[in-house]
Every structure is written in C-alpha cells, then in structure tokens.
C-alpha cells in the first residue's frame, strides 16, 4: 500500500511493472482492487507501468466531511441535474488524477476509464491535455441525458440494491453486476470481488456522493471535440447500466475516435475479452506521440520500449 497527496487530498495507489506509465482509473463506488488482477497483469506483460488508485471518497483514499445524500436526493437528481447537491464534481476527480501523476513525478501518463472512470478520463483529456498521452475510455458515456440511459427495469430495481449494509453488500452487490453484466457474469468473480472491496473498506456513503458528482456534472459532448489525444472507445451491447448509445456518442464527439463494441459484454470486463481489450488498448498507445516519461520513484526504473 503507498499513498500520496494530491489536490489537497489523499490517495491510496499501487504500482506495478515497467514501462510507459498507464493509469487506470476506476467507475462509481469501484475500489482500486476492484481491477481484475489477471487483467492487469496482461497489462503490465505488455510493458506497462501500471498504476491503480482509489478515487476519493472510496477504499483508503480521502473521505469527503459532509452528508452524503439520500436516495430519494439521487433519484430528483437523476431526473434534474440541478437540484441536487455535490461537493466537488467529475472535474475536481480529474484533478484528484492529474495530482496523482504529480506526486509520481510523472509528465503524461495513458489513461484508461471504465464506467465513471472514463468520465473522469474524459474529463483530463479535457482539461488537462498535455498529461495525456491516450485515452481508452471504457462503458461510459458523454454526460448528456438523452443517450447511455440505463435500462428502465434496472432503474427500477437500483434504489433497493444500492440501499447496502455490511451485512447484505455481497449479496447485493452479486446481484447488481448480474443485472449489468449480461451474458458473460460470473458469479464467483463478483462474490469474490465483493469480499475483497468489503474487508478492505466498507462505505456506502461515498458511492452516494460520487453518483451526485455524475449527475450534477455538465454534459461533455461540445468539449470532447477538443480532445487531441489518440481515444479508444470499447462497449458492450448489452450492457444495461450505461448503455450503448453513450458509447457510440463519445466516439463521435471524439475527433478520429475508434469504437470497439463486444456483442457479449455489459457493465463489465469480460475475462474472454481481456486479451482482444488488451490488444486494442496497446494499438491505441502506439498512435501516441513518442514520449520519455519521468519515472515514478528515484528507486524505479522505466523502461522504453523501440
């Protein structure tokens, strides 16, 4: 376990292997060992520098000294932005990122964001461009309302399966991703997944707060038509929870985006994708201007690949 000041906050991080620094950064209420360990390691096996973290409010990272809302304050936000109450949005989470990078003595970095991840992934690519080198921007979706809109019957069931305690979070949680997964769910993954989250750190509260941090944040459609860095963009076709409209649209709004769509995945990372995901992850770095990042640590060492 390392951790590290960044934005004026703390976060937990991990490091793993050699090579161009790539960031991965992860969705809604997702602790940084939620990351599937083999999926990673087919990462760091491409020579990667790999670097995992909790978003702020999540695992070991910095908890946010206020009230989260209420699930009935998600819902009215859901339906209107406006009214719903955030102390820090998508943006400031970007930041948390960019400060991450600072900390490691890291210039630019590829980043890689799944779900709330790949609006914050966005949201660097953004504002903060030149720390970018690419961007693989996974089942997430623009911010604008009209398109990656969960399926009505999992909106119907969310409200009872985000209310979570200690005692039922693994059960519910198993029971969420089935809902999301589509056909490639794997229940011991997500039981497992569920009780290493759990014993590491239990707190609802912060996934409450992150979700208002979604939807009060502005819709990035008009500003991702700035991104210069080389985007890929990988969806599923039957993913329920940000569907794949949201997709499709972030590859449009992206100048020169690739869209990769998998007809058996959902909210997920299908194991049997993960070489083919992995594969196009790594085209998509080699479109990257030539860099020599600075390294982690006086004590690491990073290796440049011809």
């Not at 050699?18 to 083999?38: A, F, H, I, N, T």
Request: aromatic share 4%; glycine share 8%; with cysteine.
């Amino acid at each position: 376990m390392a951790q590290a000041t960044a934005n004026g906050i703390t976060l937990d991080y991990e490091v793993r292997g050699e090579g161009d620094p790539m960031l991965l950064v992860m969705g809604l209420g997702g602790q940084r060992v939620s990351w599937p360990k083999g999926f990673i390691d087919e990462l760091v096996d491409a020579r990667f520098q790999v670097i995992t973290f909790d978003n702020r409010d999540i695992g070991l990272s910095t908890k946010t000294a206020s009230p989260p809302p209420t699930t009935r304050e998600l819902m009215v936000g859901f339906i209107s932005p406006k009214r719903i109450r955030t102390k820090y949005y998508l943006a400031d989470m970007a930041k948390d990122a960019v400060g991450l990078l600072d900390a490691l003595n890291i210039g630019s970095a590829h980043v890689v964001g799944i779900s709330m991840g790949g609006m914050i992934s966005q949201c660097m690519a953004i504002d903060h461009p030149t720390r970018i080198l690419s961007l693989t921007s996974i089942m997430s979706t623009t911010g604008n309302r009209r398109v990656g809109r969960s399926a009505t019957k999992l909106i119907l069931r969310l409200p009872k399966l985000i209310k979570v305690t200690r005692k039922t979070a693994i059960d519910k949680g198993v029971e969420l991703f089935r809902l999301i997964s589509g056909s490639s769910f794997d229940e011991s993954e997500a039981r497992e997944t569920g009780r290493v989250a759990l014993e590491r750190n239990f707190d609802p509260d912060g996934s409450a707060r992150q979700t208002a941090a979604i939807f009060a944040s502005p819709d990035r459609t008009a500003f991702l038509k700035s991104v210069s860095a080389p985007t890929l963009v990988i969806h599923g076709m039957e993913d329920t929870l940000v569907t794949l409209s949201g997709g499709i649209e972030t590859a449009r709004a992206i100048p020169n985006a690739r869209l990769l769509v998998f007809p058996d995945m959902g909210h997920n990372l299908p194991r049997a994708r993960w070489a083919e995901i992995v594969e196009a992850i790594v085209v998509n770095t080699k479109r990257a201007k030539p860099t020599v990042p600075v390294g982690l640590t006086p004590t690491q060492t990073v290796s440049i690949s011809a």
